[in-house]
């Protein structure tokens, strides 16, 4: 079993930044990539931006060369640093892991509380 828990969400300025912070705990051997997604009331949660555990990266569009996600130095940390934030990245931010069942990868954990970001003026 793992857990994750988010934090470092607030209020921001549109070409604000702010840093996003997850810790894992738990079974986090399993984990094989980590993950910041994000969800607006009524939509459903997109993926922001994913790591494997061997540093490989992808973006959504809308976040490209502005978000970048990075794991710290005992793994079990993941951060996203969000610069030149836009009204439109307002959401709340969760993270969560993937893992391997038999052939398939599937989510490490429930979702957990995230955190809350808001950019606007």
């Known amino acids: 079993q793992v857990q994750f828990v988010e934090s470092g969400g607030g209020l921001a300025q549109p070409g604000g930044s702010l840093r996003l912070s997850c810790v894992a705990s738990?079974?986090?051997?399993?984990?094989?990539?980590m993950g910041w997604y994000r969800q607006v009331p009524g939509e459903e949660r997109e993926l922001v931006a994913h790591?494997?555990?061997?540093?490989?990266?992808k973006y959504a569009d809308s976040v490209k060369g502005r978000f970048t996600i990075s794991r710290g130095n005992n793994k079990n940390t993941l951060y996203l640093q969000m610069n030149n934030l836009k009204p439109e990245d307002t959401a709340i931010y969760y993270c969560?892991?993937?893992?391997?069942?038999?052939?398939?990868?599937?989510?490490?954990?429930?979702w957990g509380q995230g955190t809350q970001v808001t950019v606007s003026s």
């Open positions: 738990g079974s986090i051997s399993s984990i094989i990539a």
């Open positions: 969560n892991g993937e893992r391997l069942l038999d052939v398939s990868i599937v989510r490490a954990s429930d």
């Open positions: 790591i494997t555990v061997g540093g490989n990266t």
